[in-house]
């Protein structure tokens, strides 16, 4: 079992910055890609960013790129979204997750992932 835990949100007025934190523990990570999902009420939970199991490739959502950047610690078992130059769009309750397949690959899809963590909640005010 893993239990996931996301840290760091918080209200930001726009154009700021934030850095999410997820720690993983129960069962070491570092084996799996991780991503970063978000959710706002109503909609469907929508893929933000992955990172394979050494970190060397990452991916990300077109909304996204160029102002977030995902990265892990293996030495902490954690993985980090630095969201930069935020949107009053990006609200949302963020989530990581861990795909738990030995692929070197960043699915984009929810139900590729197995285990989440129970969110943190991003508000960009205008």
């Known amino acids: 079992q893993v239990r996931l835990v996301e840290s760091g949100g918080g209200l930001v007025q726009a154009g700021h910055s934030l850095t999410l934190s997820c720690e993983a523990s129960?069962?070491?990570?570092?084996?799996?890609?991780m991503g970063w999902f978000r959710q706002t009420p109503g909609a469907e939970r929508e893929f933000v960013a992955g990172?394979?199991?050494?970190?060397?490739?990452?991916d990300y959502a077109d909304a996204v790129k160029g102002r977030f950047t995902i990265s892990r610690d293996h030495t902490k078992n954690m993985v980090f979204l630095q969201m930069n130059s935020l949107k009053p769009e990006d609200t949302a309750n963020y989530y990581c997750a861990v795909n738990w397949k030995p692929i070197v690959a960043i699915p984009i899809a929810p139900n590729e992932y197995a285990y989440w963590g129970q969110g943190t909640q991003v508000t960009v005010s205008s």
């Open positions: 990172i394979t199991w050494n970190g060397g490739r990452t």
């Open positions: 129960g069962r070491p990570v570092h084996s799996f890609t």
